[in-house]
């Protein structure tokens, strides 16, 4: 469902992904596990183009992202077509995100209106729908400054759910939240999980990745080190640098 | 934590901690500093009052005079033009300015150079005799055919004042309008891409309201700066306020009465747009601060309330 092949990408002189090869079957969560710098959000940011990659390409469902394919020849698309492509991936922010001067129910509705075109009316009635699934229908009129850090990442959630992605991309969404927040969001990521949408998150949760994940994947300097079921991974690393870095992690 | 206190020693007066009063901290400097202020405030309105110089018998005489009235209404309108002219020009001024084409950039960063560089009253003065410099402009097809018109007879001495005040506002108003785009967080932006949101909509459902919070006391200082500056297109000889009570006391010689009456109108449209200020940015203050700011007008009932 989502084939990303020999991906690179540099900042300067810097080469954050050293070719970067993954498979994500639709239906499964995959979650990558690494140390910070190794690489992780800048590949889960190639994937819905909101960083260009510098050689290597991205598909989702078969179509190709941010380029169309004329014979042998890779032609860059229009800023508004990539814009189009990006509704069907969702995105979640560590820092959430939230547009701070529009209502919770406003920040879900805007681009199910603005961008996947559904009126006003029912924009505001799927929202109403998707705050009551991430539990918080009582708090729609409130502004995101009113709400605790584990409130706005489930509003964040509600509103990437509000296109009807195909895949929904979670970059450190428990990362910047109090110890006591954290479980009520990964509720909600199991959940969706249960429901069968196809995630990709990057996390330091390794509870969570061994209960929920059907693949686990370890990034370290740029390349994916190793990946397999979370027993594979997580309780028999083949690598060293896995091992090192479990070792740090799981205390 | 109260099996660490040690047993407290009642006190004399009452049992418990719930019955000791509260006498709050005196500050005798401060009344001795708000008598003093209230005396010089006293000396300077008696002043005003007492010293016949002020001739408050002209001032009123003049104030609602009609011709007084009708060069108000001229600045007023000056004033809104050359605001709005100077806004819209100062939108693409910043668009072009955050633009990653470096001739757009460069040919705005060079027009805002110039038109902060040039002072407002020999730019108009440059204008009113533009017609020296070409004696004819022409619409049409660059270096090919086209209509031309008299310089002289379309930018009268009004055109030249507004072209010189829309120019000179828009300059700063593009740098006014970049401030705010600036201020606002890149995560909004990335936020707004990944949902989708097309372009346009990006710019001003997410980015401009937010961008409005920098951008409003920018503007309102600079709203009120040209309101003051229409009072230099007197050299244009334009019956705007500043010119009229020239006028007037060029006849009567009675000069301070008609400076106040100018004063007390500038004064006046001045408090009109800073109430006006404080509503709009109370406005674009929501999900900013967790409660917005009282009105006066809540404040004042919150207070007779008690």
């Known amino acids: 469902m989502i084939e990303i092949s020999g991906v690179h990408k540099s900042f300067g002189p810097i080469e954050v992904l050293k070719g970067i090869d993954l498979t994500v079957e639709a239906g499964t969560v995959t979650v990558i596990l690494g140390p910070s710098g190794s690489g992780k959000s800048t590949l889960l940011r190639c994937i819905n183009r909101l960083e260009k990659v510098n050689s290597g390409t991205v598909r989702v469902d078969g179509e190709l992202i941010g380029y169309e394919q004329r014979g042998n020849r890779l032609h860059e698309l229009s800023e508004r077509r990539i814009l189009q492509q990006r509704v069907g991936i969702g995105f979640v922010f560590q820092n959430f995100n939230l547009f701070p001067h529009l209502t919770a129910l406003q920040n879900v509705a805007e681009a199910r209106h603005s961008a996947l075109r559904k009126t006003k009316s029912q924009a505001y009635e799927k929202a109403h729908e998707l705050l009551a699934l991430v539990d918080l229908w009582d708090r729609a009129g409130a502004y995101p400054r009113q709400l605790s850090g584990g409130q706005q990442q489930r509003v964040a959630i509600a509103r990437a759910l509000a296109l009807e992605p195909k895949l929904i991309l979670f970059d450190e969404p428990t990362s910047a939240l109090d110890p006591e927040l954290v479980g009520e969001v990964l509720d909600v990521l199991r959940d969706l999980a249960r429901a069968g949408t196809t995630m990709i998150v990057v996390t330091h949760e390794i509870g969570f990745a061994r209960e929920v994940a059907d693949t686990v994947v370890f990034m370290d300097s740029g390349r994916i080190v190793e990946q397999g079921t979370p027993a594979q991974v997580l309780d028999h690393p083949r690598h060293e640098r896995t091992r090192a870095f479990l070792s740090k992690v799981l205390v | 934590m109260s099996v660490l206190t040690p047993p407290r020693q009642a006190a004399a007066a009452g049992d418990t901690d719930g019955d000791l009063v509260v006498v709050p901290a005196r500050h005798p400097w401060r009344w001795a500093g708000t008598a003093l202020v209230l005396v010089l405030l006293a000396q300077l309105v008696h002043g005003l009052v007492t010293n016949p110089g002020w001739d408050w018998g002209t001032f009123a005489g003049y104030f609602l005079e009609k011709s007084v009235v009708d060069a108000l209404l001229l600045t007023v309108g000056l004033t809104v033009a050359g605001a709005v002219l100077g806004f819209l020009g100062g939108i693409p001024l910043a668009a072009m300015r955050l633009s990653a084409n470096p001739v757009l950039s460069g040919v705005a960063w060079t027009f805002i150079w110039v038109f902060r560089s040039v002072p407002l009253l020999v730019q108009l003065l440059f204008w009113a005799n533009l017609g020296y410099l070409y004696e004819s402009l022409q619409i049409g097809i660059p270096f090919g055919p086209g209509f031309s018109f008299p310089t002289v007879s379309l930018i009268g001495s009004f055109g030249a004042a507004l072209l010189g005040l829309a120019l000179h506002e828009a300059a700063y108003a593009g740098e006014v309008i970049r401030a705010g785009l600036l201020s606002v967080d890149q995560g909004q932006h990335e936020a707004a891409t990944a949902l989708g949101i097309p372009r346009w909509r990006q710019f001003y459902r997410i980015v401009l309201p ?69 509503y709009v940015e109370r406005h674009f203050a929501r999900g900013a601060v967790r409660t917005l700011p009282p009105t006066p007008f809540q404040r004042l009932k919150a207070a007779l309330r008690k």
């Open chain 2, 210 to 278: 937010q961008a409005m919070r920098a951008i409003l006391p920018n503007a309102a200082n600079l709203l009120i700066m040209l309101l003051k500056s229409t009072s230099m297109v007197y050299v244009l000889a334009i019956g705007e306020l500043f010119y009229q009570v020239q006028v007037i006391y060029g006849r009567n010689g009675r000069v301070v009465p008609l400076l106040m009456v100018a004063t007390v109108w500038y004064v006046i449209l001045t408090a009109l747009l800073s109430i006006l200020q404080f």
